[in-house]
């Protein structure tokens, strides 16, 4: 079982970037999601959520109307649409899935002139 995240990058302040979590080795369909994110001395952050079915979502006010957070079943990925961005996004960005306690291996965005 593992989720692997992809996507980071370097982008401008007001840019966008999607970050992808592929999932493998367990029924996606049946896992919620969420995405969290880390800056070096600080606790990981949660950034959005998404329920099983899809239907569901919750974000951290740090990013509402900033951030979506989808799923596409059918190629056991979960996306986070980033839009807007500020320089205090930049952090390690990670996958999580809380049904096997799945943790993926973050990627790197940095929001910068």
């Known amino acids: 079982v593992q989720l692997v995240e992809s996507g980071g990058g370097l982008v401008q302040p007001g840019g966008s970037l999607r970050l992808s979590c592929a999932a493998s080795?367990?029924?996606?369909?049946?896992?919620?999601f969420r995405w969290y994110r880390q800056v070096p001395g600080k606790e990981r952050e949660l950034v959005a959520a998404?329920?099983?079915?899809?239907?569901?979502?919750n974000y951290a006010d740090s990013v509402k109307g900033r951030f979506t957070i989808s799923r596409d079943d059918a190629k056991n990925t979960v996306y986070l649409q980033m839009s807007s961005l500020k320089p205090e996004d930049t952090a390690v960005y990670y996958c999580?899935?809380?049904?096997?306690?799945?943790w993926g291996q973050g990627t790197q965005v940095t929001v910068s002139s």
């Open positions: 998404i329920s099983s079915v899809g239907d569901g979502t």
């Open positions: 080795g367990f029924t996606f369909s049946r896992s919620n």
């Open positions: 999580y899935a809380p049904r096997f306690a799945l």
